[in-house]
């Protein structure tokens, strides 16, 4: 996050409107000064809380990114999420869901990608799956899910799946701060998602046709973070063992 053109882009929404500080801080429900601090360059002293209700009241939205080794944070991202893809497939198909990865579409000038669109053959239920490593934008993330599960049954005619209804989960990477943001979010989800844990693997296993829209935790992410890391010292081990035999295999000086 770059503070200085943060605060430059803030003031300039701001003069857009025509409102003085004292009149984005009513609209965002922060103090003035909060406004002034982020217009100064100086948003290292306010909470991203308070930032982020800045530029809703600006109606923009404040990106965090976080950069690690050029693209290294984006290979790690998609392992991750390539861990709970596999997860949640794994599962579907041991339940008898026909399952397709990665849908891309493009109608009426809407486009994007769905993680898992699934088919139960049985029942006839379109299920469309969005897959986090870990949350952004919660209103985002749910409403581009709203615009996906309305598309789908278009989606679905290409693969000739004859369908009776819909549903919509959630698999979310399994960790402290992502079930402390749905707590915290409690309200949100339960409206968007109320069937969690048990009782929605448990619909996956044996779906009904009456409405579901669901949230599972998935540890496959840490899993694969684990087998990750054990692979990295056993590579480390090999490597150090395979240093100590070639020197002892080296003849001593004078002895050649």
């Not at 770059?2 to 430059?8: E, I, N, W």
């Not at 701001?14 to 002034?36: E, F, K, M, N, T």
């Not at 299920?127 to 679905?156: C, H, Y």
Request: proline content about 3%; cysteine-free.
């Amino acid at each position: 996050m770059d503070p200085v053109r943060l605060g430059r882009s803030v003031r300039i929404l701001r003069h857009r409107r025509g409102w003085r500080q004292v009149d984005l801080g009513a609209r965002a429900g922060v103090p003035r000064w909060a406004v002034s601090l982020l217009e100064l360059g100086r948003a290292e002293e306010l909470r991203l809380g308070v930032i982020e209700r800045i530029g809703h009241a600006l109606e923009a939205r404040v990106i965090v990114r976080v950069d690690w080794r050029g693209e290294a944070i984006d290979r790690l991202l998609d392992s991750a999420h390539a861990a709970l893809v596999e997860d949640g497939v794994t599962r579907l198909i041991s339940a008898g869901w026909v399952v397709e990865t990665e849908v891309s579409f493009e109608i009426r000038g809407e486009r994007g990608s769905i993680d898992i669109l699934a088919w139960h053959p049985t029942e006839h239920i379109l299920l469309v799956v969005e897959v986090k490593s870990a949350f952004g934008d919660l209103q985002s993330m749910l409403m581009v899910l709203d615009r996906k599960v309305r598309l789908a049954p278009i989606i679905a005619r290409r693969f000739g799946w004859q369908i009776a209804s819909i549903a919509r989960l959630l698999v979310v990477g399994e960790g402290r701060t992502a079930r402390r943001i749905v707590e915290t979010h409690r309200g949100l989800f339960t409206t968007a998602s109320p069937e969690r844990g048990r009782t929605a693997s448990h619909w996956l296993a044996v779906p009904g046709r009456t409405r579901f829209s669901g949230l599972i935790f998935s540890s496959a992410a840490s899993r694969e973070s684990v087998t990750r890391r054990q692979r990295v010292r056993r590579t480390a081990r090999e490597a150090s063992a395979g240093s100590s035999q070639s020197r002892a295999d080296r003849p001593e000086p004078g002895r050649a």
